[in-house]
């Protein structure tokens, strides 16, 4: 079972106050904006990873695996991409 610690374990209470007062001033829109900008970097994470994984892989494949992966539900998967995925 995962833990479901509240808090990063690697940060300080300290460091976290200040991060919540930075998102605070943030507003909300550029609160989303900063989520979207990191949801893009993990992301092109995943990308990087598959293509190491996979280089023989054409793009279109790179694209379905890095999704694959970011749903993290291969059920789901198969349902959405059956007729790409081969299954």
Same mark, same amino acid.
């Given at each position: 079972?995962?833990? %479901?610690?509240?808090?990063?374990?690697?940060? /300080?209470?300290?460091?976290?106050?200040?991060?919540?007062?930075?998102?605070?001033?943030?507003?909300?829109?550029?609160? #989303?904006?900063?989520?979207?900008?990191? %949801?893009?970097?993990?992301?092109? #994470?995943?990308?990087?990873?598959?293509?190491?994984?996979?280089? !023989?892989?054409?793009?279109?494949?790179?694209?379905?695996?890095?999704?694959?992966?970011?749903? !993290?539900?291969?059920?789901?998967?198969?349902?959405?991409?059956? /007729?790409? %995925?081969? %299954?």
């Amino acid at each position: 079972m995962q833990d %479901s610690h509240p808090w990063p374990r690697d940060t /300080t209470p300290e460091a976290l106050r200040v991060y919540y007062a930075t998102l605070k001033r943030m507003g909300p829109e550029k609160r #989303v904006r900063q989520a979207f900008r990191l %949801s893009a970097e993990m992301r092109a #994470v995943l990308e990087a990873g598959v293509r190491r994984a996979h280089p !023989d892989y054409n793009p279109r494949q790179v694209w379905l695996e890095t999704v694959r992966r970011w749903l !993290d539900d291969d059920d789901l998967f198969r349902r959405a991409y059956q /007729t790409e %995925s081969g %299954s």
